[in-house]
């Protein structure tokens, strides 16, 4: 399986923007899918963003226009800029990692975005 490890999180000003970073270590060319999620307060986590080994990428559609994903293999790094950003987009964000070959996601240990005034 990979490790993940999230940075970047804080806080911004509504309409402000952030960079989140996802560092992947392990067997990336393992990896189906990857993408990033999201858990507001008293909230189930959900998904932000998802992207496939075959390049196509799916959002969510209240981040739909602000967020892009992406993605660079040579330094197994994943990112989520937020731009536009809401006050409902306050949240842990998490980095997610699917394979075909494992029984379970891998799952970094989040970071906090929030957006306040």
């Known amino acids: 399986q990979v490790q993940l490890v999230e940075s970047g999180g804080g806080s911004v000003q509504p309409g402000g923007s952030l960079r989140l970073s996802c560092a992947v270590s392990?067997?990336?060319?393992?990896?189906?899918?990857l993408g990033w999620y999201r858990r507001a307060p008293g909230q189930p986590r959900v998904l932000v963003a998802v992207?496939?080994?075959?390049?196509?990428?799916h959002y969510a559609d209240s981040v739909k226009g602000r967020f892009t994903m992406s993605r660079d293999s040579s330094k197994q790094m994943v990112y989520l800029q937020m731009n536009g950003l809401k006050y409902e987009d306050t949240a842990v964000y998490y980095c997610n990692a699917k394979s075909t070959s494992w029984r379970n996601d891998a799952w970094g240990q989040g970071t906090q975005v929030t957006v306040s005034s």
């Open positions: 392990g067997s990336w060319a393992s990896i189906n899918a």
């Open positions: 992207g496939t080994s075959g390049g196509s990428t």
